[in-house]
């Protein structure tokens, strides 16, 4: 069998069933983040990467790349809670790439680093014999009572999503800013019961949160926040949007409006649906899977 008759999540599903947790990991593989017991609060420990020619052309200049490559993982923070801290950067790339190349690409992740309070602690370098290769680790830290996974929604709860979605074809995918502001005033004022990054696009995310929560879901397709000139298709599977989808109590959800209103006026917050009952429903289509394309 090969990785291409699978889909990323079953892939990931198979590598993950010969992991064994101690007692200090509350929760490993399957969320945003992992999430370790530290004390008197949790640590967040997020790893990604980017790969030319998969999340980025040839031709996108090098500082966009390195504001990518961090940005991708403090979106994840975001979406437990959470708050980044420390990253180590593992940069593989050919030996006929420019210094001047290199340098633009820390000139991305340096500026990435310092809006959003990183530390770039270390890292690692190598020749790679073909595409640029890019991995961030990152840690972040949560308060116990600010966790939020994807596994807390309730059959009722009101689905919400920042932003607008459909924006990766235009570039957005290389400029977006991680909503870490909005997702840090987001638990300290209200109850999140569940909360993803919508990284895949809404049609592989969505599951994804419904899944963990043993709930279904339905949404309004003509409710969805769409960018400019975007489908609802696109909309739905493009991916990269870095946007939050979350879900929570209907008895605040009108409160929630009113205030997002007044704290963030120039971000759209959209009810698009609920969840239901059911057990990770899905769309007839699906967003982005790396090993299906």
């Keep these: 069998m090969k990785l291409s008759e699978l889909s990323e999540d079953?892939?990931?599903?198979?590598?993950?069933?010969?992991?064994?947790?101690?007692?200090?990991?509350?929760?490993?593989?399957?969320?945003?983040?992992?999430?370790?017991?530290?004390g008197d609060h949790y640590q967040l420990l997020k790893a990604d990467c980017v790969v030319e020619q998969i999340h980025?052309?040839?031709?996108?200049?090098a500082h966009a790349v390195g504001w990518k490559a961090l940005?991708?993982?403090?979106?994840?923070?975001?979406a437990m809670g959470g708050e980044?801290?420390?990253?180590?950067?593992?940069?593989?790339?050919?030996?006929?790439?420019?210094?001047?190349w290199l340098s633009q690409?820390?000139?991305g992740l340096r500026k990435a680093a310092d809006r959003y309070g990183v530390n770039l602690v270390g890292g690692e370098t190598s020749r790679s014999p073909g595409p640029v290769f890019i991995s961030v680790a990152l840690t972040g830290k949560v308060e116990?009572?600010?966790?939020?996974?994807?596994?807390?929604?309730?059959?009722?709860?009101?689905?919400?999503?920042?932003?607008?979605?459909?924006?990766?074809?235009?570039?957005?995918?290389?400029?977006?800013?991680?909503?870490?502001?909005e997702a840090r005033w987001l638990t300290d004022k209200f109850r999140v019961h569940a909360m993803i990054d919508v990284s895949d696009g809404l049609a592989s995310d969505l599951p994804r949160?419904?899944?963990?929560?043993?709930?279904?879901?339905?949404?309004?397709?003509?409710?969805?926040?769409?960018?400019?000139?975007?489908?609802e298709d696109a909309a739905l599977a493009d991916g990269e949007d870095y946007e939050l989808l979350f879900a929570i109590g209907t008895d605040?959800?009108?409160?929630?409006?009113?205030?997002?209103?007044?704290?963030?006026?120039?971000?759209?917050?959209?009810?698009?649906?609920?969840?239901?009952?059911?057990?990770?429903?899905a769309f007839a289509q699906s967003g982005y899977d790396h090993f299906r394309g």
């Design 10 to 38: 079953a892939i990931v599903e198979r590598i993950t069933r010969q992991i064994r947790l101690n007692d200090r990991v509350k929760i490993g593989p399957g969320d945003d983040c992992a999430v370790i017991l530290e």
């Design 56 to 61: 980025f052309s040839p031709e996108t200049a």
């Design 71 to 78: 940005c991708r993982t403090i979106s994840d923070i975001a």
């Design 84 to 100: 980044p801290l420390d990253a180590v950067i593992t940069v593989a790339v050919s030996r006929e790439r420019t210094v001047d």
């Design 105 to 107: 690409l820390y000139v």
């Design 144 to 181: 116990k009572e600010r966790l939020v996974t994807r596994r807390g929604g309730a059959v009722g709860d009101r689905l919400y999503v920042t932003g607008k979605l459909g924006g990766s074809i235009k570039g957005k995918h290389l400029s977006f800013e991680p909503r870490l502001t």
């Design 209 to 231: 949160l419904a899944k963990a929560s043993k709930t279904g879901f339905e949404i309004d397709r003509a409710a969805l926040p769409r960018s400019e000139g975007c489908s």
């Design 252 to 281: 605040v959800a009108q409160t929630l409006e009113n205030s997002w209103k007044q704290v963030f006026p120039n971000l759209p917050l959209t009810c698009i649906g609920r969840l239901t009952q059911g057990n990770g429903d």
